[in-house]
């Protein structure tokens, strides 16, 4: 990670120079004056992006995602149905407390065979939900570490659980019943992985279909069948 000038900074977000400052001096933007120079760390650009994600509606989400499809010029991601596959779901997940949750999530995504040391990355699921818990109102939970593992991962990976009773998973007295646990290989798929599934949950129809299911197949089809709908309205 390195750190950022206002030029750089508003070519990677496809931003104005003013743009920025305007953000940086409003508060909007992380970023300190050194020199009377705006500076930016791209880690802390990374975390604001991924605030972002967490709290806003969908019209800010759609802002949001273009900026990470720029950002990721050429790349292509492979789709989260085929990140998150049958073997990486569990229905019902058989958990009742936030560390029982962790830790049967992390198991789960050791099933794709692209993850390993599952108590490792539960740590840093834990540390994380510590910092900021990643629990949403509408029942679901984004589980996922601070920073990339990638001394525990071959690929990125993305597990799904459904409890048959909701969890008091936060501080916040929320409950939640659906789990994702977002195993990320580097930082740019994590932030795409991560907006692409707020949006997703953010179909209420989703919810109720996966809340609905019988089967990790049939569960596994609303969720191929909800990130295909977001990519015809972004696409």
Same mark, same amino acid.
């Given at each position: 990670?390195?750190?950022?000038? #206002?030029?750089?900074?508003?070519?990677?977000?496809? @931003?104005? =120079?003013?743009?920025?400052?305007?953000?940086?001096?409003?508060? /909007?933007?992380?970023?300190? /004056?050194?020199?009377?120079?705006?500076?930016?760390?791209?880690?802390? %650009?990374?975390?604001?992006?991924?605030?972002?994600?967490? #709290?806003?509606?969908?019209?800010?989400?759609?802002? #949001?995602? /273009? #900026? +990470?499809?720029?950002?990721?010029?050429?790349?292509?991601?492979?789709? %989260?149905?085929?990140?998150?596959?049958?073997?990486?779901?569990?229905?019902? +997940?058989?958990?009742?407390?936030?560390?029982?949750? %962790?830790?049967?999530?992390?198991?789960?995504?050791?099933?794709?065979?692209?993850?390993?040391?599952?108590?490792?990355?539960?740590?840093?699921?834990?540390?994380?939900?510590?910092?900021? =818990?990643?629990? @949403?109102?509408?029942?679901?939970?984004?589980?996922?570490?601070? /920073?990339?593992?990638?001394?525990? +991962?071959?690929?990125?990976?993305?597990?799904?659980?459904?409890?048959?009773?909701?969890? =008091?998973?936060?501080?916040?007295?929320?409950?939640?019943?659906?789990?994702?646990?977002?195993?990320?290989?580097?930082?740019?798929?994590?932030?795409?992985?991560?907006?692409?599934?707020?949006?997703?949950?953010?179909?209420?129809?989703? @919810?109720?279909?996966?809340?609905?299911?019988?089967?990790?197949?049939?569960?596994?089809?609303? +969720?191929?069948?909800?990130?295909?709908?977001?990519?015809?309205?972004?696409?």
């Amino acid at each position: 990670m390195e750190d950022l000038d #206002v030029p750089k900074l508003a070519e990677y977000l496809h @931003l104005t =120079p003013e743009q920025i400052k305007k953000m940086a001096v409003r508060g /909007r933007l992380p970023g300190r /004056r050194i020199g009377g120079q705006w500076r930016f760390s791209e880690a802390e %650009i990374h975390h604001w992006l991924e605030e972002q994600i967490g #709290v806003s509606d969908a019209n800010e989400l759609d802002k #949001v995602q /273009r #900026v +990470l499809d720029r950002a990721a010029g050429e790349v292509t991601d492979r789709p %989260i149905h085929e990140l998150c596959t049958v073997e990486t779901a569990a229905l019902p +997940l058989n958990a009742r407390t936030r560390g029982s949750v %962790i830790r049967s999530m992390c198991d789960l995504a050791t099933q794709s065979g692209l993850m390993w040391d599952a108590p490792a990355m539960a740590e840093a699921v834990r540390v994380r939900e510590t910092m900021h =818990p990643t629990a @949403l109102d509408c029942g679901v939970a984004l589980l996922h570490p601070r /920073r990339p593992q990638t001394s525990l +991962l071959a690929d990125s990976v993305v597990a799904l659980g459904i409890c048959p009773s909701a969890v =008091p998973f936060s501080d916040t007295g929320h409950l939640t019943d659906i789990f994702f646990l977002i195993c990320s290989y580097d930082d740019s798929s994590h932030l795409r992985i991560l907006a692409k599934l707020s949006r997703m949950v953010a179909d209420g129809e989703m @919810l109720t279909n996966l809340r609905q299911s019988q089967s990790v197949p049939e569960a596994w089809a609303f +969720l191929r069948q909800a990130e295909e709908a977001v990519d015809d309205v972004l696409n």
